[in-house]
């Protein structure tokens, strides 16, 4: 069933197209990825779907529910963290999601959520005496205080240190067992790959591709390169012969095949077959970002350019 279905949307600033033609439905259940560089519109899209933004053109519907006309209704079942959810820096943790919790007519207890996500012990502390992971568990807990049927979150983890992420991803891991939907917006490839189960790449405002992120890959066609040495020269024919190979280089000892399909199987047997040992075998399969690289034509930015704060 799906939760949310967009089509056709746009959205310009000025001369500025944000959001150009996208369209896409995320399934009841599911954990929904919307990756792409900065400024590839993902946030437009995300403040479109829950009713903060206006869109110029297209169809937007979120649980039967049109996010302009009934964005009173909408607030109650989808709860959103966008990208650095401000707080007074004094507001103390207990008190922001009780205040949060008022917003609902039904929800959470805000002390078993804040049990739930490690914040316990800060329910006296001000918003802004918290670590960087624990101001993003809070703004997970005041997007999850309404018992959310939908979760959009927004850049998560942008400025984690890698363990406070990992306890992140996590924590959505469970929120996902919870049955809620989650539309997470993100530009961290491993993010992605790690938590989605389809993932929209958008580029430049445009919706690129949609799939699992294994199908992402196997969309972009990439090869895969097995690496290995020789203690003895053999004959390189025999393996470009292979039909999963495209292509064998050899520098020294040293052999690299590229290909598709079962190449490490092919390229062992022909191996055997003319008695050659290979050592140091490694086989570098492609990845999300190569997906990326090969569908958009370029990288996104470095997996984090902020700075990572420590999870106090
Ligand atoms: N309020 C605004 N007024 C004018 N232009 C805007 C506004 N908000 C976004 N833009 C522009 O629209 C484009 C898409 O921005 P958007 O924030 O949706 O992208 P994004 O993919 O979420 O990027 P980021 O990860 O950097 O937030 C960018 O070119 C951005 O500069």
């Known amino acids: 069933m799906a939760v949310i279905e967009v089509e056709g949307l746009r959205k310009r600033y000025g001369t500025t197209v944000a959001v150009d033609d996208v369209s896409f439905t995320v399934e009841k259940g599911e954990i929904f990825g919307i990756l792409g560089p900065n400024g590839a519109g993902k946030t437009t899209t995300v403040e479109c779907l829950v009713g903060l933004r206006n869109s110029d053109a297209g169809r937007i519907s979120v649980l039967g529910l049109d996010p302009r006309r009934d964005r009173n209704r909408l607030r109650q079942l989808v709860g959103v963290q966008l990208q650095q959810g401000i707080l007074p820096e004094k507001l103390r943790v207990g008190e922001a999601v009780r205040l949060y919790r008022s917003f609902y007519s039904e929800g959470a207890d805000p002390d078993r959520l804040l049990a739930d996500l490690g914040l316990d012990g800060k329910r006296r502390t001000a918003f802004g005496d918290l670590s960087g992971g624990q101001q993003q568990r809070l703004a997970i807990a005041l997007a999850l205080v309404g018992n959310p049927v939908v979760a959009v979150l927004d850049e998560l983890t942008t400025g984690l240190d890698p363990q406070a992420r990992r306890n992140t991803w996590q924590l959505i891991d469970e929120i996902r067992e919870s049955g809620v939907t989650v539309l997470l917006v993100t530009h961290l490839m491993e993010e992605a790959e790690r938590l989605c189960d389809r993932i929209a790449v958008i580029d430049r405002g445009r919706l690129v591709a949609l799939d699992t992120p294994l199908g992402l890959i196997r969309q972009a066609a990439l090869d895969q390169e097995l690496t290995f040495r020789v203690t003895e020269p053999f004959d390189h024919a025999v393996l470009a012969a292979l039909p999963e190979v495209s292509g064998v280089v050899a520098d020294g000892d040293e052999v690299r095949v590229s290909g598709s399909g079962n190449l490490l199987y092919a390229v ?45």
Request: glycine residues 6%; proline residues 4%; aromatic residues 2%.
């Open 268 to 312: 062992s047997s022909a191996l055997i077959g003319l008695g050659v040992v290979a050592t140091e075998t490694r086989l570098r399969q492609a990845q999300l970002d190569d997906a990326f690289l090969a569908l958009t034509g370029r990288e996104l930015r470095p997996n984090d350019s902020s700075t990572p704060e420590e999870d106090r």
